[in-house]
């Protein structure tokens, strides 16, 4: 940034945050007006900081800042609606959604459709007790607004429309390619691809192909960085990487 931005109360969601120097905190934000975007908030570690409380993750806030470099200056916040409250596999989930904005989202990239879609996300994570088909849902929805949307609509190689009982392999880079494979890690069948474009994750054979299809998808974008929500999940669950399983019925569907 060559030129110093004053904002006021812009409506966002704290993302993530982290120790820096002695009281303060960096926060990572996704803005409504102004995207991805982080800030110092000095002294918000301190016992008399007046933001103990506001700045924590799925609470509605309106915060303002000064910009003069690519880290920006936090000049007030304060609540823009009641907190969302989230527990077991519904909170991992919301940090996973955390998490793909953090590592997907170019900063100061004017995002307001996926703000929009985040928080209709996080109010709905509230209110389901599986919330692998959400999350399905979500990083389809973010993928395409982003640009990278799965085309699921006909093969790559030939145009055509695709066929139920014929197997395909999913690329990140070509689409839908025929195959003549019937198992791998990104082979389908074409039933399964397109009740995935139909999203119709009620059923759980749809849910568990979507599931190893997003995983495929998500990690070629990534591009070989971790997410860390996956990693304490392994931990809280006492697996490795190796041993995953696609039951919805004991996955908070991040993985």
């Not at 994570?125 to 692998?132: N, R």
Request: hydrophobic fraction near 40%.
């Amino acid at each position: 940034m060559s030129s110093s931005l004053r904002v006021h109360n812009q409506p966002a969601w704290l993302l993530h945050h982290r120790p820096f120097r002695d009281s303060s905190r960096i926060l990572d934000l996704l803005s409504r007006d102004y995207g991805r975007l982080s800030l110092v908030a000095r002294g918000a570690r301190s016992a008399k900081s007046s933001l103990k409380g506001i700045l924590r993750p799925f609470l509605p806030l309106s915060v303002s800042w000064v910009s003069r470099t690519e880290l920006g200056t936090l000049t007030g916040a304060e609540m823009n609606g009641p907190p969302v409250s989230l527990g077991g596999d519904a909170l991992l989930s919301g940090y996973y959604a955390n998490e793909l904005l953090l590592k997907l989202m170019h900063r100061h990239d004017p995002q307001p459709e996926i703000f929009a879609m985040y928080g209709r996300t996080v109010q709905r994570l509230a209110g389901v007790a599986q919330p692998a088909a959400l999350l399905r849902q979500y990083e389809m929805e973010l993928l395409g607004l982003l640009g990278y949307a799965l085309n699921l609509e006909h093969d790559g190689l030939q145009q055509q429309d695709l066929e139920s009982q014929r197997y395909y392999e999913y690329r990140a880079e070509q689409g839908v390619l025929p195959s003549t494979l019937t198992s791998g890690a990104m082979v389908f069948r074409g039933a399964e691809l397109l009740a995935i474009r139909a999203q119709e994750f009620g059923d759980p054979a749809t849910l568990r192909a979507a599931n190893r299809l997003m995983r495929g998808v998500i990690a070629y974008h990534l591009d070989g960085k971790e997410l860390q929500s996956r990693k304490v999940l392994r931990e809280l669950r006492g697996k490795s990487a190796g041993t995953w399983r696609d039951d919805i019925n004991k996955e908070s569907g991040i993985d």
